[in-house]
C-alpha cells in the first residue's frame, strides 16, 4: 500500500512540474524590451510585382529604448500582421506627387488600429530604390482604420522598396516591406560600391564613421564624429532629431537585411554620436545616419563590406 502510495505522489509531482513549465514559455514577451535598434529579414520574392504583402519579422532586439509594461498575452505576433501598401490614384509617376498609403490588418483582417509613439511616430517608412542611391526616411499620418497616408514622390521610374516600422500597442517592433512600382524613365543603376574612405562631407559638414571591422552577428559600435567641414572643429550644437541624437538606418546590398539603429546615448549633442547593432550575415551594406543641427536635417550615407 505504502508503494502505491508513493508511485502516486510521484506522478502528481512529475505533472505539476510539466505544467509548470508550460506555463513559464507561454509567458514569454512576444517583443522584447530595450532595443537600441532591431533587424528585420526580407525576401525579394515579389520584386516587381504591385504593392502587396511581403512581410519581414522583427527579429534580434537589442538594448536601448524600453517599452515595457506590455502584457504578452495581448501583443499581437508579428507573423499575424499584414501590410498593404497602395497608390490611391492608380500609380505613381516620376517627379510627381502622390498618395501613398499603409495600411496594417491582423491575421483576421481586422485592422490594426493602436500603435507605440517610437521617437516620436507611429509609423517610420523608408524608401529606397534598387541601386540604394536614393533614400528617403518619412513619416505618414495615421487616418484609422488601420490606415497611414503620406504625400510623396520618387525621382525616377522604377521599382522601391518600401518598408513600414512600427510597434503595434502591445506587441514587438515590426517591419513590413514591398516592391512598389513607379511609372516613368528608369534612372541608371550604379553598381554599389564600399567606401575606401570613411568620410564624408554633407552640408558643411565633415563626418568621419569610425568603427572596428564588422564581423556577422558580432556587436559593433558606429561611431559617427561630426565636425565642421572648413575649421576640423568638432560640432557639439547637434539637436534632437526624433527625440534623439540621431538614426541609423542599414539596409544589405539586396535590400534583404534591415536594421534600424537608435543611439547608445539618446541626449548626446556632439561631436560623437555612437550606435551599437550586428550585422546578421557577412556582405556590402549602406548606411544612413541622420542627425540635426540649426534646425535642418542631414544625412550621411556609408557603404562598408562586413566579413
Known amino acids: 500500500m505504502k508503494k502505491k502510495i508513493i508511485l502516486v505522489a510521484a506522478a502528481v509531482l512529475a505533472f ?24 528585420a529579414s526580407s525576401g525579394q520574392k515579389n520584386a516587381g510585382k504591385p504593392a502587396g504583402n511581403e512581410k519581414t519579422e522583427a527579429e534580434n532586439m537589442e538594448h536601448g529604448d524600453s517599452h515595457g509594461g506590455h502584457g504578452a498575452e495581448a501583443a499581437p505576433a508579428t507573423k499575424d500582421l499584414n501590410v498593404s501598401f497602395a497608390f490611391p490614384a492608380g500609380a505613381a ?6 498618395e501613398f498609403t499603409i495600411r ?8 490594426v488600429d493602436k500603435y507605440e509613439v517610437n521617437h516620436e511616430k507611429l509609423l517610420h517608412l523608408i524608401i529606397v530604390n534598387h541601386d540604394l542611391s536614393f533614400f528617403n526616411h518619412i513619416h505618414p499620418e495615421f487616418k484609422g482604420d488601420g ?15 518600401v518598408f513600414a516600422d512600427f510597434i503595434p500597442t502591445g506587441g514587438a517592433n515590426t517591419t513590413l516591406s514591398e ?4 511609372e516613368g524613365k528608369e534612372g541608371k543603376h550604379a553598381a554599389i560600391a564600399v567606401d575606401a574612405k570613411l ?4 552640408d558643411g559638414k565633415e563626418i568621419e ?18 565636425r565642421d567641414a572648413e575649421t576640423k572643429k568638432g560640432i557639439d550644437s547637434l539637436q534632437p532629431y526624433l527625440g534623439a541624437v540621431g538614426h541609423v538606418v542599414i539596409l544589405s546590398e539586396d535590400a534583404n537585411q534591415y536594421l534600424h539603429v537608435h543611439p547608445i546615448d539618446e541626449k548626446a549633442t556632439g561631436p560623437d554620436a555612437k550606435f551599437a547593432t550586428s ?9 544612413w545616419g541622420q542627425f540635426q543641427q540649426g534646425g535642418e536635417v542631414f544625412t550621411v550615407p556609408f557603404v562598408i563590406n562586413v566579413k
Open 179 to 182: 516592391w512598389v512600382k513607379v
Open 104 to 111: 496594417v490588418t491582423d491575421k483576421n483582417g481586422k485592422p
Open 16 to 39: 505539476s512540474v510539466l505544467a509548470a513549465c508550460g506555463k513559464a514559455e507561454d509567458k514569454k514577451p512576444a517583443g522584447g524590451n530595450n532595443h537600441a535598434g532591431h533587424a
Open 279 to 287: 550585422f546578421p550575415q557577412s556582405g556590402t551594406y549602406k548606411i
Open 199 to 202: 568620410v564624408k562631407e554633407v
Open 209 to 226: 564613421l569610425i568603427m572596428n571591422a564588422a564581423k556577422p552577428k558580432e556587436d559593433v559600435t558606429l561611431t559617427f564624429n561630426i
Open 93 to 98: 509617376r516620376a517627379n510627381e506627387d502622390t
Open 147 to 161: 490606415t497611414f497616408t503620406v504625400n510623396t514622390s520618387f525621382p525616377a521610374g522604377g521599382e522601391y522598396k
